[in-house]
């Protein structure tokens, strides 16, 4: 009877684990439970994949930044050979975050040398992160077949890199998956923030305020998957650059939507104002720099 | 003492494994619905369900964009229910009004915070992996 009992506990630990996304997930599980007070009593709520939030592709903001009409300036992205020269886990995978981000910047400004170059990078540093299931000679071969169609080039990157999410939440590497996640998150935020001309560009600036909510979560998934302390320097820059966010207002308003049934499309009208006070984005672009200055050490 | 651990950690391998080989299969065959309009936002959202469980996430969805959100479960199209709210949790659209579509496009007009509740049709399955994709229109 207590042999039963034991591997009643064990098969319900084994299916709590695996209900959780695999060993290790335990603790993660119990915060985002923490974080969704407004569920009905009994419900459950479990994390997708493991954080409840997602992050805005950078190739949006690549895309915004065109946009914008600013200047394609190769200079502001990182230096290629610094993939090869940094060790370590986090500093590996945040950087594979930037060289992602980098990635859509130069390929939506259509700088195709750079753009093959930086996927190069992509994949020697993918190789050291054990990610050769999504970053292989393959992907390089179809880069480079495809070089000239910005499209699919942005497409591949795309499904590369959710290849890769795939196979790091898969393996339990919550941990790299975030820090991936931070690393071209920030970027994008450099690329949109370190022209001067981009101040000028009220949609860009609002864009960048509109991701307060972005960081938010960015630091609660950090802080929940950091379970080797590898990004404590990271979480702090963050957690500074969001005290900064957090003096920019944005005042909602709910707009019914609108569905076409037959083009399988809810058009989502509400709207929002964003207000930046210039001494925050003064501040806002010290720090992201800063940041992506810790990354690139 | 001995025996009971090594038997714990080879059914929690075992129980895990499974798991994530269940939401592989219904990964790749949720990819499809991101057809080649769309640019794949680079990540993947997954959970097991059982019962009425909710799986939960928060995304910023940029003004002037058109996102394809796939939702995928069990073996077949139409087994995961996902809904939109706003941060004032107003329903901005939900597939149980729509045959439990797998997939549905959301046209941004101005940036949005919202947060995409799915769970299980409990008249499909009790349990599973849930998979939910994104993709992006230029």
């Not at chain 1, 060790?87 to 950087?95: D, H, I, N, R």
């Not at chain 1, 609108?258 to 009208?269: G, M, Q, R, S």
């Amino acid at each position: 009877m207590a042999s039963l009992r034991s591997l009643t506990g064990v098969f319900g630990l084994s299916f709590l684990l695996a209900s959780c996304g695999g060993s290790g997930e335990g603790e993660r599980q119990q915060a985002d439970s923490l974080a969704t007070v407004q569920e009905t009593p009994g419900t459950e709520v479990f994390g997708i994949g493991g954080k409840l939030f997602s992050v805005p592709s950078p190739t949006q903001t690549a895309l915004a930044i065109r946009k914008a009409g600013l200047k394609y300036q190769k200079e502001l992205t990182a230096p290629l050979e610094k993939g090869d020269a940094v060790s370590g886990k986090a500093a590996q995978a945040t950087l594979l975050g930037v060289f992602g981000a980098d990635l859509s910047y130069v390929t939506v400004h259509k700088d195709g040398q750079r753009a093959l170059a930086t996927m190069q990078a992509v994949e020697r540093l993918g190789g050291r992160l054990e990610l050769t299931n999504a970053f292989d000679r393959a992907l390089l071969d179809r880069f480079k077949s495809s070089m000239g169609n910005e499209d699919s080039l942005l497409r591949l990157s795309g499904v590369a890199f959710r290849a890769a999410d795939q196979y790091l939440k898969n393996s339990d590497r919550d941990d790299v998956s975030a820090l991936v996640l931070t690393g071209g998150w920030i970027e994008s935020m450099h690329l949109s923030l370190a022209d001067p001309a981009a101040m000028k560009d009220k949609v860009l600036m609002a864009r960048v305020g509109e991701q307060k909510k972005t960081l938010a979560g960015l630091v609660e998934l950090l802080t929940a998957t950091d379970k080797e302390g590898a990004a404590v320097a990271l979480i702090a820059g963050l957690k500074d650059l969001s005290a900064e966010f957090e003096k920019i207002t944005i005042a909602y308003k709910f707009e019914p939507p609108v569905t076409d049934a037959d083009a399988k499309t809810t058009f989502i009208n509400s709207t929002v104002a964003v207000e930046i006070p210039a001494e925050q984005l003064t501040s806002i672009t010290a720090k992201v720099a800063a940041l992506r200055n810790m990354i690139l050490a | 003492m001995t025996r009971t651990l090594s038997l714990a950690l080879l059914l929690t391998a075992s129980a895990t494994t499974q798991a994530q080989s269940l939401c592989q299969s219904i990964a790749s065959r949720c990819e499809a619905h991101i057809t080649t309009n769309y640019i794949p936002d680079g990540q993947f959202y997954r959970a097991l369900l059982q019962g009425d469980e909710t799986a939960e996430f928060q995304l910023t969805l940029f003004g002037g964009t058109t996102y394809r959100i796939a939702a995928c479960s069990g073996d077949s199209d139409g087994i995961l229910l996902f809904s939109v709210f706003d941060q004032e949790r107003n329903l901005l659209y939900t597939n149980k009004d729509h045959h439990n579509a797998p997939f549905w496009d959301l046209t941004i007009a101005n940036t949005i915070d919202v947060i995409i509740e799915a769970n299980l049709d409990p008249t499909k399955a009790g349990s599973g992996c849930a998979v939910m994709l994104m993709g992006f229109k230029k």
